[in-house]
């Protein structure tokens, strides 16, 4: 019965590896949105940037 005692640690163990996993996972995502948000607002201060610049005078 020595197996039947390691299986509920081998199961925890194995949990908390798969938790692990799917939070490095989550924390990647919250980084690629956060990187691709900040690129999205650069570019259309850019191009608010042009627009001023490249407006008609009045």
């Known amino acids: 019965m020595p ?5 509920p640690d081998n ?3 194995a949990l908390d590896k798969r938790r ?3 939070e490095t996972r989550n924390e990647r995502k919250v980084w690629y949105f956060l990187a691709y948000f900040l690129f999205g607002i650069h570019i259309v201060a850019f191009v608010m ?3 001023v610049t490249h407006a008609p005078n009045k």
């Open 11 to 13: 199961s925890q163990e």
């Open 3 to 7: 197996d039947a005692e390691g299986d």
């Open 20 to 22: 692990l996993a799917e």
């Open 49 to 51: 940037i042009y627009a």
